[in-house]
């Protein structure tokens, strides 16, 4: 059984930072990319940042300059360290891992983790 277990969210004033964590554990033969979505309320889960194996990180415009995205092989674990947060930061945040476990290789999401970036 493969899962990702998130945390590092939390309240914060905007212009500060927070940082994720995403963890994979189980019975896990490797793992390709891995990424963070979020999901605002009545809105769309949207990518926020993704990184291969081999760490070529890709981001989207709204984040550009601000959010970094890493990763440590040895730890199965991405990392999302997120700067000068703005309140249209707000969500919840996924992580996700293509993961190829004992017995298939699929995609695997976390539970979600809450931020919440006040004004």
């Known amino acids: 059984q493969v899962q990702l277990v998130e945390s590092g969210g939390g309240l914060v004033q905007a212009g500060g930072s927070l940082r994720l964590s995403c963890a994979a554990s189980g019975s896990i033969r490797s793992i390709s990319g891995m990424g963070w979505y979020r999901q605002a309320p009545g809105k769309q889960r949207e990518l926020v940042a993704d990184?291969?194996?081999?760490?070529?990180?890709n981001y989207a415009d709204s984040v550009k300059g601000r959010f970094t995205i890493s990763r440590d092989n040895a730890k199965n674990t991405v990392y999302l360290q997120m700067n000068s947060l703005k309140p249209e930061d707000t969500g919840t945040y996924y992580c996700?891992?293509?993961?190829?476990?004992?017995?298939?290789?699929?995609?695997?999401w976390g539970q979600g983790t809450q931020v919440t970036v006040s004004s």
């Open positions: 990184i291969t194996s081999g760490g070529t990180a």
């Open positions: 996700n891992a293509a993961i190829l476990s004992l017995i298939n290789y699929r995609t695997y």
